[in-house]
């Protein structure tokens, strides 16, 4: 064992650069990095710079290292699609080979047998972003007394159900999600993920609650994690990393309320004496920002990272590794709403380093899965994808 524990920090969406094929989803030319880079000026982000965050990709308003520390290139990804989930489950290790189902709408059918099982009547059923739909249909759903609920989708895999904490209440919703969750495990209408979308009415705007929940499908096989788990090593899964999973592979699991919360969370961690993989999702930069097509407040989400990262990279022990990445990109500046085919970046930093160097570009997220197996004297599963870089780390 190289490292005792490993600390991987998903950043969501931080893409840096069009993939090779970006061109079959729409996405030529994005680039979530260089364009946030362009709408920051001065842009105030020292260690992912020191971390080679600018020798992966040259910036233009943030101050370059010149001499960065650790390891730093591109991934990338060689599952189809460019959604939350794939990202995820290729890093440790799955390769998916059929994209998850998206709507622009659901079918009459599904919503009838919702409405049926549930007893709601649905209201919205489109694709919109989550502020749009609140604004839009809040107040009907409210004055229905809990007769209606709002039912919309994104051009993610997803189905998502707002409800009112006060008068629908967060045990009807999650009940009806669940609902939600078992209707779609048919074929035809399997989307990845069903997210209860809770939210308030203070002072006439509409405030989504940190009370998100997300009802996903299992992976396909098992994981990384799952070898891990059933080793006896811990895997502490912060922000949504448990519900990507579906709770495989996981032995505990905290909620984030947002990416500061995600980062003090694991400074937390930190100050535990585990053996094992800290794997943390940081959601805020895709769904605040990159979503919402804004670069500016993306930058200062970045910027506030920036700080708390100094923090866990002063807590550091000799024998931690820490894996910065990201799943995807979603680029503020692209048309659109939807997530972007990127390159993701991966930086590999530990104390106990005597060199740095820059990687070669990966052809799989599983790069880091299967490095930490190999850390830990695992082997990867017949149906893992992705290598180890552990000897190139010295």
């Not at 990393?241 to 500061?260: A, K, P, Q, R, T």
């Not at 052809?363 to 599963?381: A, H, R, Y």
Request: charged content about 25%; proline content about 3%.
């Amino acid at each position: 064992m190289k490292y005792k524990r490993i600390f991987t920090i998903v950043i969501d969406s931080f893409g840096v650069g069009a993939m090779y094929n970006a061109k079959e989803y729409g996405d030529e030319g994005t680039n979530t990095f260089a364009h946030i880079d362009q709408n920051m000026n001065p842009f105030m982000i020292p260690n992912l710079m020191k971390l080679g965050l600018g020798q992966i990709q040259k910036s233009v308003h943030a101050q370059i290292d010149e001499h960065p520390m650790g390891y730093y290139g591109k991934m990338n990804e060689l599952s189809v699609g460019k959604d939350t989930m794939t990202g995820h489950w290729e890093m440790m290790g799955l390769h998916i080979t059929e994209p998850f189902i998206t709507f622009e709408h659901f079918p009459d059918e599904l919503i009838h047998e919702l409405e049926t099982k549930t007893g709601h009547i649905v209201i919205g059923n489109k694709a919109s972003s989550g502020t749009q739909i609140l604004e839009e249909l809040a107040d009907e759903e409210i004055n229905s007394n809990s007769k209606k609920m709002i039912v919309y989708t994104s051009a993610d895999s997803v189905l998502q159900i707002c409800g009112n904490e006060q008068t629908m209440g967060l045990d009807e919703l999650y009940r009806c999600c669940q609902i939600a969750r078992d209707i779609t495990m048919k074929p035809e209408w399997k989307v990845g993920r069903i997210i209860a979308r809770p939210y308030v009415k203070e002072n006439g705007k509409f405030i989504r609650t940190s009370n998100r929940h997300d009802y996903a499908l299992s992976p396909i096989g098992k994981t990384a994690l799952d070898v891990l788990k059933e080793n006896d090593f811990d895997v502490i899964g912060i922000g949504k990393i448990n519900d990507i999973f579906n709770g495989h592979g996981i032995s505990e699991s905290l909620h984030s309320n947002s990416s500061v919360h995600g980062m003090e969370q694991t400074l937390e961690i930190m100050k535990k004496d585990f053996t094992g993989l800290c794997f943390v999702n940081l959601v805020d930069f895709d769904a605040k920002w990159g979503h919402r097509r804004n670069p500016i407040g993306y930058g200062k989400e970045l910027e506030s990272f920036d700080v708390l990262l100094g923090q866990v990279l002063n807590d550091l022990r000799d024998d931690d590794l820490l894996i910065i990445t990201a799943d995807h990109g979603n680029d503020p500046c692209h048309t659109g709403t939807d997530h972007t085919k990127e390159m993701v970046p991966l930086m590999v930093y530990s104390k106990s380093m005597v060199a740095s160097n820059a990687l070669p570009i990966q052809d799989s997220f599983g790069t880091i899965g299967m490095t930490i197996l190999d850390n830990f004297g695992l082997k990867p599963l017949k149906n893992h994808v992705g290598h180890s870089i552990l000897n190139n780390l010295m």
